[in-house]
């Protein structure tokens, strides 16, 4: 159990030798190269990274790979030096502080198990390290053991486990050393997708069998989604939102939150906003929509003006049209039947767009089928309409 507070944590990885400036000539600012800056002083890999985290408090970081989360989270550990900022574990400074000092835990993505080893035995390990009592040993990994539904392995070899069940076992032997902070960098990786959904209910179910606070890595937007009390998305080093998962949802920041959470991704269009009496409406193709109360009240409270946009709207909020007029016309490419819904992937002025309907009326009829080539037309209410300006952010916010 414990707080934490990132102050303003940056991390800098030095040039090598003779690069050091071999490059740097373009700015005095810094250059970008693979999304990440670059300075004189080297690569920066995460910056202005600013977080308080509750006790007990479930935070996932997730991003694309690269953006910096694994590295967020090593430096907790200890495992990374932190080049700038400030770290406090219950109110502590903890920049200089050895990973062993820290009382902190970390699963990583492969197990790490020692194969020669029983199960009993890797649980236990970190615990004789520590020279904890025969007795005391015994009674906490029987307890994690029991907790993470693994007792009848206990006196199995890893290799006679399959992955879900050694994952299951590089938790035990985490938690068995009851820490303040459980770190946790993809763990769920390397499972396939049955182990993985499984696997993502086991960890919400621990979370409420042990009291410590957990941070947690992932590049999958479901499992951020379903973890997570709070999301932080983050892009080339940067946070980009932090939020409640319904939060990030509902009102993404930017365009990159918008397209990175919810699968399938967000829909966009180069769209209009106009201002006519008042109140806000978007155009896109022949479609004109009046945005709804809580929109106009965000957008006046910004006084945004009439613009060029960029329109975002979910797959399963476009909605098929009976017929043309005020409707946005689509021509199908691919039909997914996807059981109680149908995916259809179509273009409409000039975009790939993916609008999800269920197979089935209301009145229990079932939807009419579409094939390649077929026209759709599209609607979608004002509601559910998200702006953001040309340089990528949300002009509600």
Avoid: W
Avoid at 128 to 156: F, H, M
Avoid at 193 to 209: T, Y
Avoid at 308 to 329: C, E, F, W, Y
Wanted: net charge neutral.
């Amino acid at each position: 159990m414990a707080t934490l507070n990132l102050r303003n944590i940056t991390k800098i990885y030095p040039h090598s030798g003779g690069e050091k400036k071999a490059k740097k000539k373009k700015s005095d600012s810094g250059e970008k190269k693979v999304n990440l800056q670059i300075t004189d002083q080297g690569v920066v890999a995460v910056q202005k990274f600013d977080l308080d985290i509750a006790d007990k408090e479930f935070i996932v970081l997730v991003g694309p790979s690269g953006c910096g989360k694994s590295t967020t989270l090593r430096m907790v550990a200890g495992l990374e030096e932190i080049s700038g900022g400030e770290l406090l574990i219950d109110g502590k400074l903890m920049n200089d502080v050895e990973p062993k000092n820290r009382d902190i835990a970390m699963v990583f993505q492969s197990y790490a198990l020692y194969p020669h080893m029983t199960v009993f035995e890797n649980m236990a390990f970190p615990l004789r390290l520590r020279k904890v009592p025969a007795n005391e040993i015994e009674r906490r990994v029987k307890e994690a053991a029991e907790i993470l539904d693994i007792t009848q392995y206990l006196d199995r070899k890893p290799k006679a486990l399959s992955g879900g069940q050694r994952q299951r076992v590089a938790i035990g032997r985490a938690i068995v050393r009851e820490p303040k902070v459980l770190l946790m960098d993809e763990p769920l990786s390397n499972l396939d997708a049955k182990l993985r959904n499984q696997m993502r209910a086991e960890i919400i179910k621990l979370r409420q069998k042990i009291d410590t606070t957990f941070i947690y890595v992932t590049h999958d937007q479901t499992e951020a989604m379903t973890l997570g009390d709070r999301i932080v998305i983050m892009k080339d080093g940067f946070i980009q939102q932090i939020g409640t998962p319904q939060e990030v949802f509902d009102h993404p920041a930017n365009i990159f939150v918008a397209g990175f959470i919810g699968m399938p991704q967000m829909n966009f269009f180069d769209a209009k906003l106009l201002s006519e009496g008042g109140k806000y409406f978007v155009t896109v193709g022949g479609c004109k929509v009046e945005l709804s109360a809580e929109k106009q009240k965000n957008l006046a409270a910004h006084k945004i003006s009439a613009q060029d946009i960029t329109l975002g709207v979910r797959p399963s909020h476009m909605v098929l049209a009976k017929q043309a007029g005020n409707t946005l016309s689509a021509t199908v490419e691919v039909s997914e039947m996807m059981g109680s819904e149908v995916h259809f992937h179509a273009n409409a002025e000039g975009r790939d767009v993916v609008v999800i309907v269920p197979t089935m009326n209301p009145d229990g009829s079932h939807i009419d089928t579409f094939t390649t080539g077929d026209k759709l037309e599209l609607t979608f209410s004002g509601n559910v309409c998200h702006v953001f300006g040309k340089d990528g952010r949300n002009l509600e916010y």
